[in-house]
């Protein structure tokens, strides 16, 4: 027997959101069957979602003390947050190393302002900092070592050596 799930599809001004049709507690795996094609009319814009909508009023001036504290006294100002666990967002999937042989895992989510696609805090935001001597390489899958072995190496700002909470840096 073949079967097709439900989905609701939610038509909002030009964006469309697709929706189980099913409680979000419910633990549901499906595959469909049939294509589903969706296509625009007269060759208007349509935008399909996967997500939810935002509201601004959900954005916020960062109030607690401890977080300002680990910013930088001139950027304080300028950022913003959003608890995600109050517009009901509260599984934005596991962040972790890929590419560079890798295994393959599903990906995170994502947030886009305006359709265009936000990128992780970073610094610096536009450039690249120049690395100095390599003290460590690190885990090279390539000639067999998969431990993923973060390596070391010195540089040659001093920026991150003002940063607070060291521990979980990415590069």
Same mark, same amino acid.
């Given at each position: 027997?073949?079967?097709?799930?439900?989905?609701?599809?939610?038509? +909002?001004?030009?964006?469309?959101?697709?929706?189980?049709?099913? #409680?979000?507690?419910?633990?549901?795996?499906?595959?469909?069957?049939? #294509?589903?094609?969706?296509?625009?009319?007269?060759?208007?814009?349509?935008?399909?979602?996967?997500?939810?909508?935002?509201?601004?009023?959900?954005?916020?001036?960062?109030?607690?003390?401890?977080?300002?504290?680990?910013?930088?006294?001139? !950027?304080?100002?300028?950022?913003?947050?959003?608890?995600?666990?109050?517009?009901? !967002?509260?599984?934005?999937?596991?962040?972790?190393?890929?590419?560079?042989?890798?295994?393959?895992?599903?990906?995170?989510?994502?947030?886009?302002?305006?359709? +265009?696609?936000?990128?992780?805090?970073?610094? #610096?935001?536009?450039?690249?900092?120049?690395?100095?001597?390599?003290?460590?390489?690190?885990?090279? #899958?390539?000639?067999?070592?998969?431990?993923?072995?973060?390596?070391?190496?010195?540089?040659?700002?001093?920026?991150?050596?003002?940063?607070?909470?060291?521990?979980?840096?990415?590069?």
């Amino acid at each position: 027997m073949i079967a097709l799930q439900r989905m609701l599809v939610q038509y +909002e001004g030009d964006e469309i959101y697709l929706f189980p049709a099913w #409680p979000k507690n419910w633990d549901v795996e499906f595959k469909v069957y049939a #294509p589903i094609i969706f296509s625009a009319y007269k060759n208007e814009k349509v935008v399909i979602h996967g997500g939810l909508k935002i509201s601004e009023e959900s954005i916020q001036k960062i109030n607690d003390p401890e977080i300002l504290n680990r910013l930088n006294s001139s !950027l304080r100002d300028k950022i913003l947050e959003l608890d995600l666990n109050t517009i009901g !967002l509260n599984d934005l999937g596991e962040m972790r190393p890929v590419g560079f042989s890798r295994p393959f895992g599903l990906a995170w989510a994502e947030l886009f302002v305006n359709g +265009e696609p936000c990128s992780i805090a970073r610094w #610096p935001n536009d450039s690249k900092v120049k690395t100095g001597e390599i003290i460590d390489s690190g885990s090279v #899958p390539h000639d067999g070592d998969f431990s993923n072995r973060g390596g070391a190496f010195t540089f040659e700002s001093e920026r991150p050596l003002t940063w607070k909470d060291q521990d979980d840096i990415w590069i």
